[in-house]
């Protein structure tokens, strides 16, 4: 499991200013829920001296992306538009006493969605500063302004780094030798060298011991017994069916079967389940169990 500090806990268990502001005159939206986080940013702001008085937000996304956007929205309250854009993603990492290198990402959505809000607010397109061609990571839409940007801004040396703050390299992994490429090229920029077998940055020191089978699959049932009451009243449940390698194979069942949010709900367990094991896992329907196993076989 990755460490997190009291104030990440505290923002995802007591989630602060979340829902969207009445009222609102500034919306900032970003991120995708096929992507795994996605993040809409409400707010409030004076329109005779632009200053934000209320600020809401609603995350789809794991524990570490809602306490990020929660502690956003208390930072930002009360500031003038101009100053709420000097927050920068690490402000937002610090406010909660730092995130684990993998969760880096989280802040960064924050930070897009704030400067999407006052764009907004202000009349203008905002744009991720994609460019014809620029598209470096397929699999989550990150361009090559954005990891340089990054490798910037936070002094990231490896692959491993740009992935944990931006999540480009974090699926298929084709796109690594063009984030190399990045990396020297701004590293050169500093008047470093690009070491490709570099530690990244604030990497753990205390190896973890990878799960047995057994403690996999208790940690998995812990995790969607805690899900059951809030499902369960809504008229749905989960029960889990079967354990293999990385992938967990579900049974939605009551409402939640065959329901038109049934996916999303399943993202969601996913993205808690990831949460608490420290690891990567697939969640899937036990229905495409022999689907699965015949591809499998063959």
């Given at each position: ?47 005779e001296?632009e ?27 009360g ?68 990891i ?45 060298n690009?070491d ?24 998995i049932?812990e ?5 059951r009451p809030?499902?369960?009243?809504d008229?749905g ?56 196993a ?5």
């Amino acid at each position: 499991m990755w460490d997190y500090s009291e104030k990440v806990k505290d923002h995802f268990f007591n989630p602060k200013n979340a829902g969207a502001v009445a009222g609102a005159n500034a919306i900032g939206e970003v991120g995708s829920i096929s992507c795994g986080d996605a993040l809409r940013l409400t707010l409030k702001v004076n329109e005779e001296s632009e200053v934000i008085e209320d600020a809401g937000f609603q995350t789809f996304g794991c524990g570490s992306a809602i306490a990020s956007s929660s502690v956003l929205t208390e930072i930002i309250k009360g500031m003038t538009l101009d100053d709420a854009l000097k927050v920068s993603n690490q402000d937002i990492a610090n406010e909660l006493d730092g995130l684990p290198p993998e969760k880096m990402h989280c802040s960064v959505m924050g930070r897009e969605a704030l400067q999407a809000a006052v764009a907004n607010y202000r009349g203008e397109e905002w744009k991720d500063d994609h460019e014809e061609g620029a598209l470096i990571c397929k699999c989550f839409a990150i361009d090559a302004v954005m990891i340089e940007e990054m490798v910037w801004a936070n002094k990231l040396r490896t692959v491993e780094d740009v992935t944990n703050f931006t999540k480009a390299g974090g699926g298929c992994a084709a796109c690594h030798e063009d984030i190399e490429g990045i990396l020297e090229r701004v590293l050169k920029e500093r008047g470093e060298n690009f070491d490709p077998n570099a530690a990244p940055i604030e990497a753990v020191v205390m190896e973890k011991k990878p799960l047995t089978n057994l403690q996999r699959i208790k940690k998995i049932e812990e995790v969607l017994e805690s899900l059951r009451p809030q499902l369960m009243a809504d008229g749905g449940d989960v029960e889990l069916v079967e354990v293999v390698d990385n992938t967990a194979y579900v049974n939605m069942t009551g409402a939640c079967n065959g329901c038109q949010m049934a996916a999303m709900t399943i993202a969601g367990i996913q993205q808690r389940l990831m949460e608490v094991l420290g690891e990567f896992i697939r969640v899937i329907p036990a229905s495409q169990m022999p689907k699965v196993a015949v591809a499998a076989g063959g």
